[in-house]
């Protein structure tokens, strides 16, 4: 039977090459972009070089005060005096890494321009975040309580900078006319891992601002590591707790801070506001954004898919009159547009590996390298049940119930 | 074997009624061979599909192998249809898309045979209907004869009791028709199987065992 199936589902594939096309196009094409989207999410949200222990951490990004009466609203990063004051003090924070916003500084070197994100860190950012040193060590605390003029920086930056110099420790590196001696050289991160990338890390005791000014906002974000992924829930209640006793600023009645888990950190960015994380509007907003996405292909291929199996009238006449109940016809075109989508699906997964060496030849983003993995397999898989089942079940439902007599007329 | 009582068929539009059929009464023995004439538009076809349950009458009883069919689901009606008749056409209706062997096989799929059965017994229809060195060819690779015998061995592969032709030499030349007409006689002859054929031509008709003739919807002769 479904031998049968399948010869008749390649025979009309080849009968009407331009149709054919168009369905297999829209297919694969729409699917490509979707394994593309889903590597790329899949790289932002899965543990990523530096940040690999996300199960056991949580991540403290925002300030936001608000004066409800006013409906004023004030949001920024975190100050250092925030975390070196109240978050500190947190009995389940194993240790935590502070660092700041990257900043750009411009360097010259042979003339040419080559810019330089760099961001200030306390020590322990090192122990927290497992950054592959290629060279050299990170700069302990005691480099920090001297304000040590030191650097860490980038694979990227070392070869910019120094260009092919083998050997960089000990030399300086200089941004904004300060000089830095260079002590490591790390594996460069990727930008979707974003607020741990940069291209050189400082103490932030080198800082020219304030770091110790007594305001909750400031250029800084921190991950908190838990001991243990169990005490994670506890780590975040204790920092609500720690929150209530946090002063409201003047002006405002509400202070809000939130120590997130990883995806809840992102959403808050996005869509956050207040005690809302966000979550729950991303996701709607994105499942919704798929959705539409997948639906207008689909109703191309649902009109196609008409035209096609009213073509093919006298067939359905002729199964019907021996023996073919509605069911089972509509079962066999569900299984030929099955086989359509499937084929579809390879082109797909073909057009994206393409896509996706392209996008990594070409780094769009600094330092992302996107991978096909099972997790955008398997959801590729789904989108394409998801668009064979969809496409295949009204068309077929429409042909099952077309009048045998006419059907066989209709030639 | 069928029996027809009182029935009739009304085509409906927006505007206009249109009776095709009217209160035929007929009864058709086990092992005959009938044939239905009448000018165009009189019923004939309308009345060989309300016996082969791809229409419904409007009205009446058809009883076939003494089973009340009225009250059948789809599923049920396409069982019958499977294994007890076999329908040929004016114009073949093969799969252009499937090889001679495939489109013999059809009637089989939709029972619980397996592949090699299957084709064991399409060889076989084949076989009868003088075809059997064309197994792997596609129907527009045939002539007007060899494709109506196709579609006779794909009606007689499932062992039907009953066969209803709708014009089965409708469409080839004298001599082409007459191997047709050969075939469906020695089939009604050897096997017992019962025909109902719809025709034009009155020779084909007197080769039969009755002649039904109908005018207007309605039965003159």
């Excluded at chain 1, 998801?386 to 006419?406: C, D, E």
Aim: glycine content about 6%.
């Amino acid at each position: 039977m479904l031998k049968n199936y399948f010869k008749i589902a390649i025979a009309v594939l080849k009968r009407r090459k331009f149709f054919t096309f168009v369905s297999l196009f829209g297919i694969s094409f729409t699917l490509t972009i979707l394994m593309v989207t889903t590597a790329f999410m899949d790289k932002v949200l899965s543990p990523d070089y530096p940040d690999l222990k996300r199960e056991r951490s949580l991540y403290v990004s925002s300030m936001e005060y608000k004066n409800t009466k006013e409906g004023w609203m004030n949001r920024s990063d975190v100050s250092y005096y925030f975390f070196s004051h109240y978050v500190s003090t947190l009995k389940n924070v194993d240790k935590m890494a502070i660092s700041s916003n990257p900043k750009a500084s411009n360097a010259y070197v042979n003339n040419k321009k080559i810019v330089i994100a760099y961001k200030y860190t306390n020590a322990d950012y090192w122990n927290v975040l497992e950054y592959r040193f290629l060279a050299g060590k990170p700069f302990s605390q005691k480099e920090i309580d001297n304000a040590d003029k030191v650097a860490v920086i980038s694979e990227e930056t070392r070869k910019a900078y120094f260009g092919d110099a083998s050997n960089v420790i000990g030399r300086y590196i200089s941004a904004d006319n300060v000089n830095y001696r260079v002590i490591g050289v790390v594996a460069n991160v990727s930008k979707t891992v974003n607020s741990l990338s940069g291209d050189m890390y400082l103490p932030y005791t080198v800082s020219t601002s304030d770091y110790n000014k007594p305001d909750l906002m400031g250029p800084y974000n921190a991950v908190l590591l838990a001991k243990s992924k169990a005490d994670v829930p506890k780590m975040q209640k204790e920092f609500q707790q720690m929150m209530r006793r946090v002063p409201i600023p003047k002006d405002f009645d509400r202070v809000y801070s939130n120590a997130d888990p990883f995806f809840s950190s992102m959403t808050r960015r996005i869509a956050g506001d207040g005690a809302n994380n966000g979550k729950t509007r991303v996701v709607t907003i994105m499942s919704i954004f798929v959705l539409l996405f997948l639906l207008l292909p689909t109703i191309n291929l649902v009109n196609i898919n008409v035209t096609r199996i009213m073509e093919r009238s006298s067939e359905i006449g002729v199964r019907k009159a021996f023996g073919a109940s509605s069911k089972t016809l509509v079962y066999q075109f569900i299984v030929e547009n099955m086989i359509l989508t499937f084929l579809g699906g390879i082109i797909g997964i073909i057009l994206s590996l393409l896509a996706i060496y392209l996008i990594n030849g070409a780094n769009v983003i600094s330092n992302m390298r996107l991978s096909m993995n099972l997790t955008v397999l398997f959801y590729s898989f789904i989108a394409c049940v998801f668009f064979g089942l969809i496409s295949g079940v009204y068309p077929a439902w429409r042909m099952s119930k077309l009048n045998v007599v006419k059907a066989l007329k209709a030639q | 074997m069928i029996r027809l009582q009182n029935i009739k068929k009304v085509y409906r539009t927006d505007t206009v009624e249109t009776l095709a059929i009217n209160g035929i009464n007929l009864d058709i023995a086990k092992g005959e061979f009938l044939s239905i004439m009448g000018p165009s538009g009189c019923g004939k076809s309308t009345l060989l599909n309300i016996m082969g349950l791809l229409d419904e009458p409007s009205k009446g009883n058809i009883q076939i192998d003494s089973q009340d069919i009225s009250s059948y689901s789809d599923q049920k009606l396409a069982k019958f249809r499977n294994e007890k008749l076999g329908f040929i056409f004016q114009s073949y209706h093969l799969i252009n898309d499937l090889q001679v062997l495939d489109n013999v096989e059809l009637p089989l799929l939709y029972r619980n045979s397996s592949a090699k059965e299957r084709k064991r017994l399409a060889t076989e229809a084949l076989e009868k209907v003088g075809l059997s060195n064309r197994l792997k060819h596609f129907p527009t690779q045939l002539s007007g004869g060899q494709r109506q015998r196709v579609a006779i061995a794909r009606a007689i592969v499932g062992n039907p009791q009953i066969i209803l032709a709708d014009e089965p030499t409708g469409n080839l030349d004298s001599a082409m028709g007459n191997e047709i007409m050969d075939i469906l006689i020695n089939l009604n002859k050897n096997e017992g199987t019962t025909i109902v054929m719809v025709t034009h031509d009155e020779n084909m008709a007197h080769k039969t065992h009755r002649l039904v003739r109908l005018f207007d919807g309605s039965q003159v002769q």
